[in-house]
């Protein structure tokens, strides 16, 4: 069969499936599947165990009675008779949602072999994912037609975009219906649903609305989830929907960002591969996020960077990593070498209003900020040793800097009531990973001797 004519044959059988299938939807039909004139039988039958099975028997086998191996949910499958020999299993999986299988005889084989398997969705709102597939299972030949919810047109009554149909090998064994199970549904509803999602990706909008909201499917459940900027409260939300199984129903989960200060009253929102970019349309300012474990992560200039820090061409990572455990009160710096093939070097959690990145000669600084004072870190990459070395320390009271220590040479300045003090201080040869509480303390009673 051509793929012209499988085409075809796909749209009719789904035809009848769809509109006229459940008026002959049943556990046992009678259908002569060998082709010798006599009525074989197929039944879905309950074990003693509890899970379904489907029993076949054949004229040509004497009706000697051929079992499938475990399905489930007894309620769920449903025989339907096709003309020349066709038998169809379907399994739904809700009201709207049907995986299923399609078997016919085989005089080689004496029995029932598996020759196609097909997917459908129906539910045309505001779900993503309506559509059909079919595969071929002999000649390993999948089609799929599948449309998408489109949030930006003007015409209510079009809003259901219809992609390419999609045309791919996919091999599944045409086992006999004794070696059938539901792991078969369920791998071809998982490699189905992936091929869908592969295309959704590269059809849902890219850019922003004109009232700035995102619209793209985050947390890959086939629904595109809704991304805005809230200038209200300064944050980055979502509004993300959440697929129930075997349910009519969608959950929406609300997430928000931490606070920004984006100021601009007009912007977009696009995306960029994992990166999501919230952009002024009135200035330069952008700010850069990402959504993981279920958080919005803040990745703009204060609180991820890529720099060479080590010198060989190549750019490392400097980021911030909040707590999810104690209400993002408690940060930690992660940092990633390429000269040491990017083994996360880090501090341990510090308890503190807010932490920074900033730029430094020859490195960068790490920056605490309390409730009135502030600690700042400066760092850079020790070639010889292959450390991230601390050469640099300052201690800000109400915004006023009031210690500074060189670590390369201790170099040491007290500010007073705006005079400055000079003086040697030395602290032991240290690295970010030695950033703590203690080493903080054994900096301010340097300053106090």
Known sequence: MNIVKLNRFCRVVFFNILFFGYLYAQDKVLIDLDFDGKKDIVKIVMSAEGFVRIKSQLSTQNFKPIFSKKLFNYDNYNLYKESKGVLKLFKKKNGYSRVGACFQYSKEDNGLILTGLSRSQDRDNSVNGAGESYLDVKKGLYLGKWSYYDYFDENPDDYRIYMPEIKAK?????????????????????????????????????????????????????????????????????????????????????????????????????????????????????????????????????????????????????????????????????????????????????????????????????????????????????????????????????????????LLTDDFILIKEKKRFKSKAHLNFSTLEDISYKYMDNFLEVGMK
């Open 170 to 406: 996919m091999v599944f064994e045409s086992v006999g219906l004794e070696d059938f199970s539901y792991t078969i549904l369920e791998k071809y509803d998982k490699a189905c649903n992936k091929l869908y999602q592969e295309q959704l990706k590269t059809f849902l909008p890219k850019g922003n609305s004109k009232n700035g909201v995102l619209y793209v499917d985050i947390n890959d459940d086939m629904c595109a989830d809704k991304i805005y900027y809230d200038s209200l409260t300064e944050t980055i939300q979502s509004q993300i929907y959440d697929s129930i199984e075997d349910a009519n129903i969608y959950k929406t989960t609300k997430i928000q960002s931490d606070k920004l200060n984006f100021l601009s009253k007009k912007y977009e929102i696009i995306q960029k591969d994992n990166i999501f970019i919230l952009k002024s349309l009135e200035t330069n300012e952008k700010v850069e996020f990402s959504y993981s474990d279920k958080k919005f992560w803040i990745l703009n200039s204060n609180r991820f960077k890529k720099i060479d820090l080590d010198n060989d061409g190549k750019l490392d990572t400097i980021e911030i990593v909040w707590s999810s455990r104690d209400a993002n009160r408690k940060s930690k710096i992660v940092c990633q070498l390429s000269s040491m093939n990017y083994k996360s070097i880090e501090t341990d959690y510090i308890l503190n209003v807010a932490t920074s990145i900033s730029d430094a000669k020859n490195g960068f600084k790490i920056n605490f900020a309390f409730q009135r004072d502030d600690f700042s870190v400066q760092i850079r990459f020790d070639k010889r040793k292959k450390v991230l070395q601390i050469i640099g320390l300052e201690y800000f009271v109400d915004d006023v800097l009031t210690r500074n220590l060189n």
